[in-house]
């Protein structure tokens, strides 16, 4: 068993397609914790692909023609969905009635109902920083896990990082 992104399933596919064949390959969302807070269908990371645009932008619309015409087009979300990721588009149910493989038609209609039903959603924090900021997250996260660093030069790090 692992703790993995959806990204993983698409990694899989490409490695490995006869186990995925097989049907060995089994997922679920993180458990909720008995006392816990929220809503377990909250959603937390990044279980889709995701595109942002700047609210400030200057070519607002012409940023959002580019992505609905060129990077959301429909050959675009079939390659999407071909590779086992699900594209962030709405209205896929006739797409994914379509997926020919049974293994990834269940796969891709797992992670878009988790997203089409999911009351909330908060992005994973280093995916909403700068990258001058995300960078030391993420490495410095790695060197906690490793125990590289304690939790306390962690902050100190992350208080480095943010000013």
């Known amino acids: 068993m692992e703790v993995m992104g959806t990204w993983e399933y698409a990694n899989i596919a490409k490695a490995a ?8 390959l089994g997922y679920t969302a993180f458990p909720a914790l008995t006392d816990g807070a929220g809503s377990a269908a909250n959603i937390v990371g990044n279980p889709s692909n995701f595109l942002s645009l700047n609210k400030s932008s200057k070519n607002k619309s012409d940023a959002l023609t580019y992505l609905k015409n060129y990077v959301l087009n429909g050959s675009q979300v079939d390659a999407y969905l071909a590779s086992g990721s699900v594209p962030p588009v709405k209205g896929l149910d006739s797409k994914l009635a379509a997926v020919k493989s049974s293994s990834d038609k269940a796969w891709l209609t797992f992670v878009y109902d988790l997203v089409d039903k999911a009351p909330s959603f908060q992005l994973s924090w280093d995916q909403a920083l700068p990258s001058d900021q995300a960078d030391p997250l993420l490495t410095n996260t790695d060197k906690s896990f490793l125990r590289q660093i304690s ?3 962690f902050g100190v790090n992350m208080s480095k990082a943010g000013s």
């Open 17 to 24: 397609p006869d186990f995925l064949k097989k049907g060995d």
């Open 151 to 153: 939790p306390a030069e």
